[in-house]
């Protein structure tokens, strides 16, 4: 069982930046692949970002691309994501997810979700 906790949303101006976090409990946080989606009102959840068990591979929205950067540090069962140059069009709930199957990370067939973080952009 993992848990996961988001943290760092907020209210920014557009062209602001923020960091969400997202901290896993459990021991095996490593083995898991871990995704950041999104949510904004009236519409569907969107895939936004995504990491490989070990770093060592990223994936992106082209919506994202060159203005979120996603990380993570296995020592403290945490992943990162840092969201520069926000436009009111990221405005949404965010989520982290792990999952432990590797493959298809833009699909929401996560293994564990967290409750999410809101983040709202204002122009």
């Known amino acids: 069982q993992v848990q996961l906790v988001e943290s760092g949303g907020g209210l920014v101006q557009a062209g602001g930046s923020l960091r969400l976090s997202c901290v896993a409990s459990?021991?095996?946080?490593?083995?898991?692949?871990m995704g950041w989606f999104r949510q904004a009102p009236g519409k569907e959840r969107e895939f936004v970002a995504a990491i490989s068990w070990y770093g060592g591979h990223t994936y992106y929205a082209d919506s994202v691309k060159g203005r979120f950067t996603i990380s993570r540090d296995n020592a403290k069962n945490t992943v990162y994501l840092q969201m520069n140059s926000l436009k009111p069009e990221d405005t949404a709930v965010y989520y982290c997810?792990?999952?432990?199957?590797?493959?298809?990370?833009?699909?929401?067939?996560?293994?564990?979700w967290g409750q999410g973080t809101q983040v709202t952009v204002s122009s």
């Open positions: 997810a792990a999952k432990l199957a590797p493959g298809d990370y833009e699909l929401a067939y996560y293994d564990y």
């Open positions: 459990g021991r095996t946080f490593s083995r898991y692949a």
